[in-house]
């Protein structure tokens, strides 16, 4: 009889399974310009940014001024918590490489900066309103005139205020 023990084992790796590669994603809440049906949604939409798929509109836990300024008329969130509204906007599962693309057209951190903040799920169906951490882009260091101009809670680029987002292409 041979004993097989003296022989070297090696193990036969196994086959890498697609399915449980996984990639790691981010919530992201957009409030301006990268929602649904405004002018730069498409980035969002674009597979070669990565991987960014909806998951909920929703609203912030803490009340923020959203405001539109300078001569492009760019909505943003000013970071003065407690101050304005319960700002509208969506939810969005992103992966490292969209997030990096977002990083870019927010020009962060240059211009705004990104922070984790509670976002509240629009849910009719649920009594018990459900809250994910997401990452959400505010201008932190802005003149305090900024303050002086009108509150948002919902922004659209064609909305009541006149004042259209001028896409980067056109300026």
Same mark, same amino acid.
């Given at each position: 009889?041979h004993?097989?023990s003296?022989?070297?084992?090696?193990?036969?790796p196994?086959?890498?399974?697609?399915?449980?590669i996984?990639?790691?994603?981010?919530?992201?809440?957009?409030y301006? /310009?990268?929602?649904?049906?405004?002018p730069?949604?498409?980035?969002?939409q674009?597979?070669?940014?990565?991987? $960014?798929?909806?998951?909920?509109e929703?609203?912030?836990?803490t009340k923020?001024? @959203?405001?539109?300024?300078t001569?492009?008329?760019?909505p943003?969130?000013l970071?003065c918590?407690?101050? $304005?509204h319960?700002?509208?906007?969506?939810?969005?599962?992103v %992966? %490292?490489?969209m997030?990096?693309?977002?990083?870019i @057209?927010e020009?962060?951190?240059?211009?705004?900066?990104?922070?984790? %903040? %509670?976002?509240?799920?629009?849910? /009719?169906?649920s009594?018990?309103p459900q809250?994910?951490?997401?990452?959400?882009?505010?201008?932190?260091n802005?003149?305090?005139?900024? @303050?002086?101009?009108?509150?948002?809670?919902?922004y659209?680029?064609?909305?009541?205020?006149?004042?259209?987002?001028?896409e980067?292409?056109?300026?």
């Amino acid at each position: 009889m041979h004993k097989f023990s003296a022989f070297p084992v090696h193990k036969i790796p196994k086959p890498i399974d697609v399915h449980t590669i996984r990639t790691i994603m981010h919530k992201v809440f957009v409030y301006g /310009t990268l929602k649904r049906n405004e002018p730069n949604h498409c980035l969002l939409q674009d597979s070669n940014n990565g991987i $960014g798929c909806f998951v909920a509109e929703g609203y912030t836990k803490t009340k923020y001024p @959203l405001i539109i300024a300078t001569k492009y008329n760019i909505p943003f969130i000013l970071h003065c918590p407690g101050k $304005g509204h319960f700002v509208q906007g969506e939810i969005y599962d992103v %992966d %490292d490489k969209m997030l990096s693309k977002l990083d870019i @057209l927010e020009d962060h951190p240059n211009y705004y900066i990104r922070e984790i %903040d %509670d976002i509240v799920i629009k849910d /009719t169906l649920s009594q018990c309103p459900q809250e994910e951490k997401c990452w959400v882009y505010f201008l932190k260091n802005f003149k305090p005139e900024l @303050l002086k101009r009108p509150y948002m809670d919902n922004y659209s680029s064609n909305g009541s205020h006149g004042l259209q987002y001028m896409e980067r292409q056109t300026r």
